[in-house]
């Protein structure tokens, strides 16, 4: 199936029912079934082909779930981009990428035009809520540009077309689009509504970045379970608080920084939360000590994990809510494959690691990406015969459950004990006093890494020392595990997806190593 069958069922079965709110108005599915293909109609009459790209430059808005849709219908490669890059850097997506049209939101128009000269090409420039006449020459403000179409042409996509081209997070400093094609979309549309990420006919609430495979693979899913979407541009946790009751939100995806943020808020509000129904949370590790305090703030709220990536999708594992009611080891797990995924944790020599044995994990699904954009080395490097290489370390048990303990380039070697850092953050996290916290390796002259904990606090006028925390980790994990040293900062660096950016943390100790080498 391709994607474009999935807005048109739902607008023929349920065309009064509320396909997206934003800004308190409802845009009913057989609303948003014509502007979609007015839009579609729309990029066609400018020129747009089958499997020309379209970059978007925006916060989650009404006008991103309409494109998302209209490139579907027109044949069109959706690009989203991150609106946290530099000039330089959405320039180099832009040419990688060639996009036929561009489109910003108006708050976006100096970042997405600054791109535009710097990458030197012409394209169209479409601006979303121009508040001023625009004067760039090649620019047109979004409702003249719909109002310009003609009815679109139908266009025939198989399952194997791609659909978007999803920029991975950079965490690790070198940006790669992953191909998502229609049908791996689809199938990850389905994987949402069976493991109940969405619901059938549920309100979803949209707050991971649109740019982001977590945001962007539940508006293809909502369309799928004929539901609402609810889209929030930021993220604000009084906002997002308010969203859920006021909105009636049934379904929610967050990333722990956002649960982290908006657990701190209903503890200084002494709230508690009657929604969403179901919360699912990802994209990067939660301490066990957070997402306790989570489901005391939301005792009504069934939690769930999903694992996965950009490259899968978003999806590859599930723990279920029952496992999160049971309170018991398996709360630390990331759960097991989703309906439509087969995993596997393999060695360096490409043999089957043994149950508890930590190994690579390696994804095989209907949701993996086809490759990455004009890297075919690189893609070469991830995918084989079927399998996805995540790059992660974890380990399964008798029960097929995966427990992700590092990045495989993340594990720190320390007097030759592997050491995952995963293991250490949960330690620390532990601590009462401790809000956010990431342990890297940095140099050491005798055992050539020592472990190094960065440490935000909860309440800094608590006096919490480097010797109380190391101390507090000897408690839980094995001494040659716990942090030689630790530093106090007052915010981690972290990426649009929520992730804590390692490679920022470690780039002053590396480099002076670097220097000294040399």
């Avoid at 920084?257 to 994209?283: F, S, V």
């Avoid at 401790?434 to 190094?452: L, M, N, Q, T």
């Avoid at 507090?472 to 649009?496: D, M, N, Q, W, Y």
Wanted: glycine share 8%.
């Amino acid at each position: 199936m391709n994607l474009a069958q999935a807005l048109g069922r739902s607008a023929s079965l349920f065309p009064q029912r509320a396909a997206v709110e934003f800004g308190g108005k409802a845009v009913t599915y057989a609303e948003l079934h014509d502007r979609v293909r007015r839009l579609a109609g729309a990029l066609q009459a400018d020129g747009v082909n089958p499997d020309d790209r379209i970059a978007v430059f925006a916060p989650n808005c009404v006008a991103y779930v309409e494109l998302f849709h209209a490139c579907a219908y027109a044949g069109a490669v959706i690009v989203p981009v991150n609106c946290r890059l530099s000039v330089q850097e959405a320039a180099e997506i832009l040419s990688e990428t060639e996009p036929r049209v561009v489109f910003c939101d108006a708050v976006m128009a100096p970042l997405a035009q600054d791109a535009l000269r710097t990458w030197g090409k012409a394209a169209r420039l479409v601006v979303i809520n121009a508040t001023s006449p625009i004067a760039e020459g090649q620019a047109i403000d979004y409702t003249s540009f719909l109002a310009g179409g003609h009815p679109y042409l139908e266009v025939k996509r198989l399952g194997a077309d791609i659909a978007g081209i999803f920029y991975t997070g950079g965490t690790t400093g070198r940006q790669r689009g992953a191909m998502i094609s229609h049908g791996a979309l689809y199938a990850a549309a389905l994987t949402m509504l069976v493991e109940r990420v969405v619901g059938r006919g549920g309100r979803f609430l949209a707050v991971a970045p649109m740019f982001h495979m977590a945001g962007a693979a539940p508006v293809f899913a909502t369309a799928v379970a004929e539901g609402t979407i609810i889209p929030l541009p930021a993220f604000d946790p009084a906002v997002v608080a308010a969203t859920l009751e006021r909105s009636n939100v049934t379904d929610a995806v967050l990333v722990p920084t956002m649960i982290r943020a908006l657990t701190d808020h209903l503890r200084k509000t002494r709230r508690r939360l009657q929604r969403p129904d179901r919360l699912t949370y990802g994209a990067s590790p939660i301490s066990e000590s957070l997402l306790r305090e989570a489901m005391q703030r939301m005792p009504r709220t069934a939690f769930s994990q999903a694992y996965g990536s950009t490259e899968t999708s978003a999806m590859g594992t599930v723990l279920a809510p029952e496992f999160h009611r049971k309170h018991d080891a398996r709360l630390r797990s990331a759960g097991r494959p989703v309906v439509c995924a087969d995993l596997r944790v393999m060695r360096e020599d490409g043999s089957a690691a043994a149950i508890g044995e930590v190994g690579e994990v390696q994804l095989r699904s209907p949701t993996v990406m086809s490759g990455y954009w004009r890297l075919p080395d690189e893609t070469a490097k991830v995918l084989a015969d079927g399998w996805y290489r995540t790059g992660d370390a974890g380990r399964l048990d008798a029960e097929g459950f995966l427990y992700v303990v590092d990045r495989v380039k993340d594990m720190i070697v320390s007097g030759g004990e592997n050491i995952y850092s995963a293991e250490v953050e949960n330690a620390l996290a532990s601590h009462p006093n401790v809000a956010a916290c990431a342990v890297i390796g940095i140099p050491d002259p005798k055992w050539g890494e020592a472990v190094h904990a960065v440490v935000v606090l909860k309440d800094p006028r608590k006096r919490t020392t480097e010797n109380e925390l190391i101390q507090h980790c000897r408690g839980a994990i094995a001494g040659f595990k716990c942090p030689k040293s630790v530093e106090f900062r007052t915010a981690l660096p972290i990426s649009a997806a929520g992730k804590i950016l390692k490679r920022e943390l470690r780039e002053s100790f590396w480099r002076s190593q670097s220097r000294a080498v040399n």
